[in-house]
């Protein structure tokens, strides 16, 4: 494997279930994110993690809890959804630093329906 | 005011031609910038990255970089349908690990 990859690519679910999403990198780098994309939306950062810490939360409903157990490796963990979450869920990662230009790669991402 | 601003589009231009997207930013600390394309129902994949004044070329593309004018600007030479995508705008402020993306131009090359 290399580069971000993601899983599942394609997920639907009712507003009642409980389901995760996975990221893993295969880069080396130290820092993590889960954005959002919406029809006629700019991306919607969601939660960075640096080092494993999480370093920012962009109001994001509790219906969404981040987990990142390592540097590579990252979950989104989903339960009583909303129909307006469907998007497309997208997962990058970056060598964040005082010396690093923070070049982000992204992962395939998932496309989320929420009935 | 938007932080990030790009004209959604589209932007039509022929087989062969020179695309010239654009973008402006309102944060004079900004650092880094960058230019990734995103097909439909793809994920965003980083194109070009530039990080002082000036003109940066790969391949095709040239970013362009003006920071008194807080202006950044992607070329496209010689444009093949294969070009044609929607072009995300993203800048690196503040936060150390943060990007703020504008909304897109979509490109659409012509035969």
Known sequence: ??????TPRHLVMGMTNKKSLKCEQ????????W?????????????????EERVENNSVPSRFSPECPNSS???????????ED??????????????????QFFGPGTRLTVL | QKEVEQNSGPLSVPEGAIAS??????????????????YSGKSPELIMSIYSNGDKEDGRFTAQL????????????DSQPSDSATYLCAVHTGTASKLTFGTGTRLQVTL
């Open chain 1, 73 to 83: 490796h990252l979950f989104l963990h989903l339960h009583t959804l909303q129909p």
């Open chain 2, 66 to 77: 003006n920071k008194a004018s807080q202006y950044v600007s992607l070329l496209i030479r």
């Open chain 2, 21 to 38: 997207l654009n973008c402006t930013y309102s944060d004079r600390g900004s650092q880094s910038f960058f230019w990734y394309r995103q």
């Open chain 1, 1 to 6: 494997e290399t580069g971000v990859t993601q």
């Open chain 1, 35 to 51: 954005y959002k994309q919406s029809a006629k939306k700019p991306l919607e950062l969601m939660f960075v993690y640096s080092l």
């Open chain 1, 86 to 103: 469907s998007a497309l869920y997208l997962c990058a990662s970056s060598q964040s630093g005082v010396s690093s230009y923070n070049e």
């Open chain 1, 26 to 33: 295969h880069l080396g780098h130290n820092a993590m994110y």
